[in-house]
């Protein structure tokens, strides 16, 4: 079934027919290019989802500060909620089985130069154990440390790009900086997976902040770090008892939702996990739905290949073809043609997915790409079902009598 | 070399059925050359298409060289008709988008004869039939004599032990017509076996021998003397 010569025959009817050969392979290589393309942005878009929160530490709770929206316990709504530094404090003292580190935020920004360059930038008064909240590595130098807070240095801690910009190829650390009238030391650069922004960053001890702040002692935020250990459960066991108890202690409505928020990273990458699989199964149905499609295209072309080969068929079995060599005949070159055209429409697909890279990342598709296992599959799929489709009709071909199919005009 | 005993063949359309063959005798020695006649619509070609095992009879008998066909299937009637049976069409029946060597080397290759072999025996055959010069042709780029002229080429190459030819001139006009006569006497010249389907007596009168069709039935079967059609070319 496979000799020289079979091969040699399907090759010169392909030759021959040069349009018939081109709608089916177009059919296939579309189906199958289509189906990578859509399969690798699905992908892209969960790699956008998990780039989010990918970049900082799961096992941690911010507690933001609002304003009320609720009367409660004589207190009026409307009234903005304070956090200090005594918040800190009764925390780590109330949570010692849940809690692994704590750090507050205060969030400012400013105009920071050093020489002739000068740039704004988010500015954070922080402690030592924010670095781990927000996974920054160290390039050189190092991060604030208890020191730093308890002598309220003047030390400060930028990123990557902080330095590019003021300072360019040159040694950030040990130069001094101007930060929004203040003079800072610098003593650590640090990179971040999180992207530019998050390299466009400076930390200073929230000590100083609030020292050169007129000495006040207020927070903006507080990143809580948890035991990793606890688990999920007991991550939201936790968040409900801090909840209740900043509530308490602030005089806030239990129900008023704008008193103050909890962000739980790890709830949220959950949730977006979710989300991203739901995102996955939709993209998976698509795509599944382009390979029924190419399946139904390509079953269609073949009925009309079959039917328009009819006489042709006819002619052939008049000359001693036999059922067999018929069938082998449409099918090796349905075959042939869907294996080249289905691997060249996969190659296509998956060479416009690499070249596209980061250009699409404006519509929230990062690095989109479809492992190679499952586009060979999808493409074998559609070779098989091409075979399958390209079966049913050849049989019929097969059996038609000779004087039928010499008829057929 | 072949045989055919009380052959009967009715068409069914729907709850009719129309009686086309009605019970037919004859034999056929190697090496005759029969004009088959009648008007149309007689059953001509059905009996044509049975005897080349396109179609099949509802009953009666047919031997081919001592072979009862008989009960065959698709693939034993395949090999019976490329081994035994070399057909020419009145509509020709050669493949558009194959040269005029690729569509006489065709039958071989069913034959399974390698690639070489088949295309010098095509390349044989057509010059045979004067068209060596066209071997590389489409047959879009034939005129009707010379497509009808492949057509034997190609019938010939299977060196089947029968030709059987359905109104090989039908489409031709006369000259062309005697042309392609001339032809299938000297094939029978060479001793093979030919039945010509035919409705225009001058072409019957050129084979051996003429079978009268009628209504179903054999109304005469009469040796004539045949008349050389070289001398019109
Ligand atoms: N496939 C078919 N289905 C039904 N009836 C058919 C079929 N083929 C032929 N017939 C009928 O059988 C009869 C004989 O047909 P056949 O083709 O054998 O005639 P013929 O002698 O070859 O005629 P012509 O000289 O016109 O070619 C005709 O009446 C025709 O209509
Ligand atoms: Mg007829």
Same mark, same amino acid.
């Given at each position: 079934m496979f000799s020289r010569d079979i091969w040699k025959e399907i090759f010169e009817t392909i030759q021959k027919n040069k349009l018939r050969t081109f709608l089916s392979g177009f059919t296939v290589a579309l189906g199958i290019l289509i189906f990578v393309v859509l399969f690798g942005f699905g992908n892209g878009l969960i790699n956008t989802f998990n780039e989010f929160f990918s970049n900082?530490?799961?096992?941690v709770f911010m507690v933001f500060r609002g304003r009320t929206t609720m009367p409660y316990k004589g207190y009026k709504a409307n009234r903005t909620v304070e956090f200090d530094n005594s918040d800190l404090e009764d925390v780590e003292k109330n949570f010692p089985l849940f809690l692994e580190y704590l750090s507050p935020r205060i969030t400012r920004q400013d105009t920071v130069s050093y020489k002739n360059e000068s740039n704004s930038y988010s500015n954070w008064g922080v402690g030592p154990a924010h670095q781990y909240a927000e996974m920054n590595i160290i390039m050189k130098g190092r991060y604030i440390n208890v020191m730093d807070i308890k002598n309220k240095t003047k030390n400060a801690v930028i990123g990557r790009l902080v330095e590019q910009d003021l300072f360019g190829s040159k040694n950030a650390v040990g130069k001094y900086i101007d930060v929004g009238g203040s003079s800072f030391k610098v003593i650590g650069v640090f990179q971040d997976d999180g992207g530019d922004n998050e390299e466009r960053n400076i930390f200073v001890p929230y000590t100083t902040m609030q020292l050169i702040e007129k %000495?006040?002692?207020?927070?903006d935020a507080m990143v809580i770090g948890f035991k990793p250990e606890i688990g999920y459960a007991g991550a939201m066991a936790f968040e409900k008892s801090l909840d209740k108890f900043i509530r308490e202690k602030k005089y806030i409505?239990?129900?008023?939702? %704008?008193g103050i928020f909890i962000r739980n990273v790890a709830d949220q990458l959950r949730q977006n996990q979710q989300f991203a699989r739901v995102l996955q199964i939709i993209v998976g149905f698509v795509a599944f739905g382009t390979i029924i499609a190419g399946i139904i295209g390509i079953s269609n072309i073949m009925v009309f290949v079959v039917k328009e080969r009819t006489k042709e068929l006819g002619i052939r079995k008049a000359l001693g073809a036999t059922p067999k060599s018929v069938i082998g005949t449409i099918l090796l070159e349905s075959v042939f043609i869907t294996t080249v055209s289905g691997f060249i429409g996969m190659l296509l697909g998956v060479g416009i997915l690499s070249s596209m890279g980061e250009r699409l990342e404006d519509f929230f598709i990062t690095n989109p790409y479809i492992d190679m296992p499952m586009a060979i599959i999808a493409t074998v799929v559609l070779i098989i079902f091409g075979g399958i489709a390209g079966y049913v009709p050849a049989r019929r071909a097969a059996r038609i009598k000779p004087i039928v199919a010499l008829r057929d005009e | 070399m072949i045989e055919i005993n009380n052959l009967h063949k009715s068409y069914k359309m729907g709850a009719n059925s129309l009686h086309v063959l009605k019970g037919l005798n004859f034999s056929i020695k190697e090496g005759e050359l029969v004009a088959i006649m009648g008007s149309s619509g007689s059953g001509k070609s059905t009996l044509l298409n049975i005897l080349g095992m396109l179609d099949e009879a509802d009953s009666g008998e047919y031997t081919l060289d001592g072979v009862p066909i008989k009960n065959l299937n698709e693939t034993k009637a395949a090999k019976y008709r490329n081994k035994f049976l070399g057909f020419i069409f009145q509509s020709f029946n050669?493949?558009?988008?194959?040269s005029a060597m690729e569509n006489v080397a065709l039958p071989l290759y069913y034959q399974k004869v390698p690639r070489k072999q088949r295309e010098e025996k095509a390349i044989k055959y057509l010059s045979q039939v004067g068209l060596k010069e066209w071997a590389?042709?489409?047959?879009?780029?034939?005129s009707g004599g010379q497509k009808q002229r492949v057509a034997i080429a190609r019938a010939m190459a299977a060196e089947p032990k029968v030709l059987l030819a359905d109104e090989?001139?039908?489409?031709?006009?006369s000259k062309t017509s005697y042309e392609v006569m001339d032809l299938i006497q000297k094939i029978n010249d060479d001793g093979n076996t030919i039945l010509v389907v035919t409705h225009e007596e001058d072409i019957a009168h050129m084979c051996k021998r003429i079978v009268h069709l009628k209504d179903g039935v054999i109304v005469e079967d009469k040796k004539v003397d045949q008349v050389r059609a070289s001398q019109y070319v």
């Amino acid at each position: 079934m496979f000799s020289r010569d079979i091969w040699k025959e399907i090759f010169e009817t392909i030759q021959k027919n040069k349009l018939r050969t081109f709608l089916s392979g177009f059919t296939v290589a579309l189906g199958i290019l289509i189906f990578v393309v859509l399969f690798g942005f699905g992908n892209g878009l969960i790699n956008t989802f998990n780039e989010f929160f990918s970049n900082d530490a799961t096992n941690v709770f911010m507690v933001f500060r609002g304003r009320t929206t609720m009367p409660y316990k004589g207190y009026k709504a409307n009234r903005t909620v304070e956090f200090d530094n005594s918040d800190l404090e009764d925390v780590e003292k109330n949570f010692p089985l849940f809690l692994e580190y704590l750090s507050p935020r205060i969030t400012r920004q400013d105009t920071v130069s050093y020489k002739n360059e000068s740039n704004s930038y988010s500015n954070w008064g922080v402690g030592p154990a924010h670095q781990y909240a927000e996974m920054n590595i160290i390039m050189k130098g190092r991060y604030i440390n208890v020191m730093d807070i308890k002598n309220k240095t003047k030390n400060a801690v930028i990123g990557r790009l902080v330095e590019q910009d003021l300072f360019g190829s040159k040694n950030a650390v040990g130069k001094y900086i101007d930060v929004g009238g203040s003079s800072f030391k610098v003593i650590g650069v640090f990179q971040d997976d999180g992207g530019d922004n998050e390299e466009r960053n400076i930390f200073v001890p929230y000590t100083t902040m609030q020292l050169i702040e007129k %000495n006040t002692d207020k927070i903006d935020a507080m990143v809580i770090g948890f035991k990793p250990e606890i688990g999920y459960a007991g991550a939201m066991a936790f968040e409900k008892s801090l909840d209740k108890f900043i509530r308490e202690k602030k005089y806030i409505h239990p129900q008023d939702r %704008n008193g103050i928020f909890i962000r739980n990273v790890a709830d949220q990458l959950r949730q977006n996990q979710q989300f991203a699989r739901v995102l996955q199964i939709i993209v998976g149905f698509v795509a599944f739905g382009t390979i029924i499609a190419g399946i139904i295209g390509i079953s269609n072309i073949m009925v009309f290949v079959v039917k328009e080969r009819t006489k042709e068929l006819g002619i052939r079995k008049a000359l001693g073809a036999t059922p067999k060599s018929v069938i082998g005949t449409i099918l090796l070159e349905s075959v042939f043609i869907t294996t080249v055209s289905g691997f060249i429409g996969m190659l296509l697909g998956v060479g416009i997915l690499s070249s596209m890279g980061e250009r699409l990342e404006d519509f929230f598709i990062t690095n989109p790409y479809i492992d190679m296992p499952m586009a060979i599959i999808a493409t074998v799929v559609l070779i098989i079902f091409g075979g399958i489709a390209g079966y049913v009709p050849a049989r019929r071909a097969a059996r038609i009598k000779p004087i039928v199919a010499l008829r057929d005009e | 070399m072949i045989e055919i005993n009380n052959l009967h063949k009715s068409y069914k359309m729907g709850a009719n059925s129309l009686h086309v063959l009605k019970g037919l005798n004859f034999s056929i020695k190697e090496g005759e050359l029969v004009a088959i006649m009648g008007s149309s619509g007689s059953g001509k070609s059905t009996l044509l298409n049975i005897l080349g095992m396109l179609d099949e009879a509802d009953s009666g008998e047919y031997t081919l060289d001592g072979v009862p066909i008989k009960n065959l299937n698709e693939t034993k009637a395949a090999k019976y008709r490329n081994k035994f049976l070399g057909f020419i069409f009145q509509s020709f029946n050669l493949i558009n988008y194959k040269s005029a060597m690729e569509n006489v080397a065709l039958p071989l290759y069913y034959q399974k004869v390698p690639r070489k072999q088949r295309e010098e025996k095509a390349i044989k055959y057509l010059s045979q039939v004067g068209l060596k010069e066209w071997a590389h042709h489409l047959p879009n780029e034939l005129s009707g004599g010379q497509k009808q002229r492949v057509a034997i080429a190609r019938a010939m190459a299977a060196e089947p032990k029968v030709l059987l030819a359905d109104e090989p001139t039908g489409a031709l006009d006369s000259k062309t017509s005697y042309e392609v006569m001339d032809l299938i006497q000297k094939i029978n010249d060479d001793g093979n076996t030919i039945l010509v389907v035919t409705h225009e007596e001058d072409i019957a009168h050129m084979c051996k021998r003429i079978v009268h069709l009628k209504d179903g039935v054999i109304v005469e079967d009469k040796k004539v003397d045949q008349v050389r059609a070289s001398q019109y070319v």
